[in-house]
Each structure stands twice: as structure tokens, then as C-alpha cells.
């Protein structure tokens, strides 16, 4: 499916249009953020909200995937710092058990492979987490360096630290 950037849309009509196809990236980038639903939640509508008010220059936009994705990782950062200094805390191991046992029994394998791999994640530093992120989003090295505002080489050697430190955490973890 590709973007009609043409005039006939209005700004809200791609940002709906922008937001449908990369929602599956935007859950990802949720859940790797953010353990606890309702702060997600927040997190969700405060990234729709700023796409709202960037709509005409997501339409404008070159490359408007990775624009999007600049915001969304900009408005999840600014959520990160401030639930920081609010002392938010991770959902607790007890809570999580919980709700992967109301999910059917097929699903449940796959649930706490992908639950470990959030978290996972969410240990990361936050520059290792943002190039991760963005990287199992299938963008290349030039896509994360705009989003990121970095050079290719910096998106390299910070995806081969991502990577290393990953693996040590997903080892650890188990």
C-alpha cells in the first residue's frame, strides 16, 4: 500500500492514511516504551496528537515514513524523561504473569518471547534503545540517521552496540 501524497488529500486524510500503514511500528514502539497500559495509552495519544499538529508537513515531507517515525520517537523520548522524574514504575512481574494467562494458551508462548524481548529493550540505554527500535522497524542506516539526526557511521556502530548489549540482556534474562 502506498501514500496518495498527491493535493487531493487533505493533511488529517494522509496523517490517517500515514498512521493506518505504520501502526503496527507505532504498537511496537508503545510497547517497548512503556510497560503500563494506561501510561501507553497516554503515550499513544500524545504521538497522535503531535502527528495532528504536523499534518500538512507529514504530507509535505520527503520521506514522510521516516518523519513520522522522528515523531514518534521524539514525543516517546520527551514521555521517558518525564515519567522519570515522575518515578514511574514497570509493571510488576505478577501483574504480567496475570495477564499472559488470560490470553489463549497458543498465543502464550509467543506473548512471553515477545514480552521478554520488550523488555529486554526497555533495558537498553536509551541511545541503544532508539536505534533498536527503530532498526526492527526494518529502516535502513540513511532512514535511522535522518530520524536520529546522526551520521551512517553512528547509526552503525550504535545498532552493532544495541545488538551486543541485547544479546547480553535476552541471556541474562532467561
Known amino acids: 500500500m502506498t501514500l496518495s501524497n498527491s493535493g487531493t488529500a487533505t493533511p488529517e486524510q494522509f496523517l490517517l492514511q500515514l498512521w493506518q500503514q505504520n501502526q503496527q511500528a507505532i504498537s511496537r514502539t508503545l510497547m517497548a516504551s512503556e510497560a503500563d497500559p494506561a501510561a501507553r495509552q497516554d503515550l499513544k495519544q500524545d504521538i497522535f496528537l503531535a502527528l495532528h499538529q504536523s499534518a500538512a508537513r507529514l504530507?509535505?515531507?520527503?520521506?514522510?515514513?521516516?518523519?513520522?517515525?522522528?515523531?514518534?520517537?521524539?514525543?516517546?523520548?520527551?514521555?521517558?524523561?518525564?515519567?522519570?522524574?515522575?518515578?514511574?514504575?514497570?509493571?510488576?512481574?505478577?501483574?504480567?504473569?496475570?495477564?499472559?494467562q488470560d490470553c489463549p494458551s497458543t498465543e502464550v508462548a509467543e506473548q512471553q518471547?515477545?514480552?521478554?524481548?520488550?523488555?529486554?529493550?526497555?533495558?537498553?540505554?536509551?541511545?541503544?534503545?532508539?536505534?533498536?527500535?527503530?532498526?526492527?522497524?526494518?529502516?535502513?542506516a540513511p532512514e535511522i540517521a535522518e530520524i536520529l539526526q546522526i551520521s551512517h557511521g553512528a547509526v552503525r556502530v550504535r545498532l552493532n552496540r544495541a545488538k551486543t548489549e541485547l544479546m547480553e540482556l535476552m541471556q541474562n534474562g532467561r
Not at 520527503?62 to 514504575?89: F, G, S
Not at 524481548?117 to 532508539?130: D, E, G, H
Request: net charge neutral; glycine share 0%; aromatic share 2%.
Open 59 to 100: 504530507q509535505a515531507a520527503e520521506m514522510p515514513r521516516a518523519y513520522l517515525l522522528r515523531i514518534v520517537h521524539n514525543v516517546t523520548v520527551d514521555h521517558i524523561a518525564r515519567a522519570k522524574r515522575q518515578q514511574w514504575q514497570a509493571l510488576d512481574e505478577d501483574t504480567a504473569q496475570q495477564l499472559q
Open 113 to 140: 518471547q515477545s514480552q521478554q524481548l520488550m523488555q529486554a529493550v526497555r533495558r537498553l540505554s536509551p541511545a541503544n534503545r532508539q536505534v533498536m527500535l527503530l532498526a526492527m522497524e526494518d529502516l535502513d
